[in-house]
């Protein structure tokens, strides 16, 4: 059954009209007012609850990209831009969730958490498992379908993330999460809330460390139009197909073969059904040709008095050389031994409106590959965070 949210907009006086927030009531279908709703901007350390007769102050600062979140344990999740609400009185209506969950052909079992809980966390914390937590990770919910091996994941409760390298707790509300472990491509997405748990010398250190390089780091250089000021190297990339990976009719002939073949014993398989095999296990679909080297942002960038926009046919190489940040008494300095970093952007003609904090909008339309691909949980900073913090 579709559910329907309902949102309330009432103008502020105009003497408040410049003030930065945002502020109303949440109530239930019902119209009683709910307490302890918790209310954030997505990525940030910014958040409230709502009191107990579930009015709510949010401050905000300066342009704001991302969205604001109402979460709360047994009602559905409501999300809605900051632009479009920043200065205005809300009368927000949350919803009780369904828990009557659809009836799934895969079912949820131990023996899928117990198989596949450490390719999750793998590829959504990282691997530092001992610094990195979930803290009530056995509230998640796994399902692998064997025929088009893909691995599905739901998390019913908020998740409690401690990350004790950069002195974090994340309350991370998982929207989705899927691996096809055909395509080793995984999608994620989800609404978080930082709480700063430790600021000391060696978490600042980390955080400086996991900012420089990163895609974070990456839009907003883009945003201030400093990327080769920041040594950011952008390449024009394009796809070439691979022709050692088999064609179209030869992943048929395997495919039929292996159809035919489930339920038998073979001994030996036959020499074009083993070559076949071996090529795509060992070779990828295509490759990559650099095409152009030192595009200007200029290409893949629009500006527009404040408004900046990320764009791009094609794929884009993002290099950077990257020194570590080092304690040397008290200084923090870099160390003189450099690593080269590689990433790849897919934008595939979407456009992203990019703001100064490094937020991009819809970010989930944009395809990474490479380094950008490990700023997984681990690695993770609020969109609030500044070099040095």
Known sequence: MKKTIVLLLLLFPFCLAFAQMIKGTVVNDAGIRIANVNIYIDGTKTGTTSAEDGTFTLNVAGKNLGNVIFRKEDYETFVTPVSGVINKTLKVVLLKSNDIEEVRIVPYTE????????????????FDKQNVKIKNQRTLKFSFDKKTKILKVKAPKTLIIENKNLGYEIEYNLVNYSADFNTKIVNCSGTSLFKETKNTSKTRLNRMNAYDGSMLHFFR???????????????????????????????????????????AKVANLPENIRDIAARKSSESPYSLAIVKTLIPDSEYVK??????????????????????????????????????????????????E????????????????????????????????????
């Open 111 to 126: 023996e899928a958490y117990t198989n596949y809980i450490n390719y999750f966390l793998d590829s959504f914390i990282g």
């Open 221 to 263: 250089s883009v945003y201030s139009n400093t990327v080769a000021e920041d040594k950011f190297i952008v390449n024009h990339v394009v796809k070439m197909p691979n022709p050692k990976y088999p064609s179209e009719e030869e992943l048929k002939t395997l495919s039929d073969y292996r159809s035919m073949m489930t339920n």
């Open 303 to 352: 500006r527009d008095n404040h408004e900046v926009v990320f764009s791009f046919k094609d794929i884009l190489q993002v290099n950077y050389k990257k020194f570590d940040y080092e304690l040397k008494g008290k200084d923090v300095v870099k160390s003189n031994i450099p690593v080269v970093q590689t990433s790849f952007l897919y934008p595939e003609g979407e456009t992203f």
């Open 354 to 389: 990019v703001s100064k904090d490094g937020n991009i909008s819809n970010p989930d339309l944009l395809i990474t590959e490479g380094e950008f691909t490990k700023n997984k949980i681990e690695n993770m900073l609020p969109l609030d965070y500044q070099l040095g913090d």
